[in-house]
């Protein structure tokens, strides 16, 4: 089955410098690579996606590129802000619906003021 | 309105008993889930459901049997619990044909 791994498991940068996340998976029928926030507490919640016929997606100040031919994909935050601290979690699927997500195993981000 | 609604949200218990979570999603998806998050946090799937039938059933004990009544509607019903069963348990809901999970608030279960 589907393997993905995360990088790294914590990451503190200063507000306003730029964040990465790294994640690689093993199989390569996946397709589909979303990101998702977990502040304490709360649940998993959508921050960007990309699909397999996509290089890079950017929304405002959170962009996702993936290079298919190495399996791996990343996250990139610009201009960190304290409400970004949060763990991050990149996950990997086959398919279209109906598939379940392989979750990576979580980046904690801390913003310091 | 809460688009994937779990309850309870929290679950104390002893050791042996029987307890069920349920889920509730109003998004008209066709496609539910339940993952497990341990203590380090990691997410892993344990069921999904397409249209009330069991599509994905991971290695997890048979102590856990999971219930959709209908397409809206996954609960997950856990026999025997053992201290290992402490986790947050997450509902999630799709649509076929896209990919993008919703997840429910998550009920948080402690075994004693």
């Known amino acids: 089955g589907e393997n993905v791994e995360q990088h790294p498991s914590t990451l503190s940068v200063q507000e306003g410098d730029s964040a990465v996340i790294k994640c690689t998976y093993s199989d390569s029928a996946s397709n589909y690579f979303p990101w998702y926030k977990q502040e304490l507490g709360k649940r998993p919640q959508l921050i960007i996606d990309i699909r397999s016929n996509v290089g890079e997606k950017k929304d405002q100040r959170i962009a996702v590129t993936l290079n298919k031919t190495a399996k791996h994909f990343s996250l990139h935050i610009t201009e960190t802000q304290p409400e970004d601290s949060a763990v991050y979690f990149c996950a990997a699927s086959i398919g279209t619906g109906r598939r379940a997500l392989t979750f990576g195993s979580g980046t904690r981000l801390q913003v310091q003021p | 309105d809460t688009a994937v609604s779990q309850t309870p949200k929290y679950l104390v218990t002893q050791m042996g008993n029987d307890k069920s979570i349920k889920c509730e999603q109003n998004?008209?998806?066709?496609?539910m889930y339940w993952y497990k998050q341990d203590s380090k946090k990691f997410l892993k799937i344990m069921f999904s459901?397409?249209?009330?039938?069991?599509?994905i059933n991971e290695t997890v004990p048979n102590r856990f049997s999971p219930k959709s009544p209908d397409k809206a509607h996954l609960n997950l019903h856990i026999n025997s619990l053992e201290l290992g069963d402490s986790a947050v348990y997450f509902c999630?809901?799709?649509?076929?044909?896209?990919?993008?999970?919703?997840f429910g608030a998550g009920t948080r279960l402690s075994v004693l």
């Open positions: 998004l008209g998806h066709d496609t």
């Open positions: 459901y397409n249209n009330k039938e069991l599509i």
């Open positions: 999630a809901s799709s649509h076929e044909g896209r990919n993008i999970q919703y």
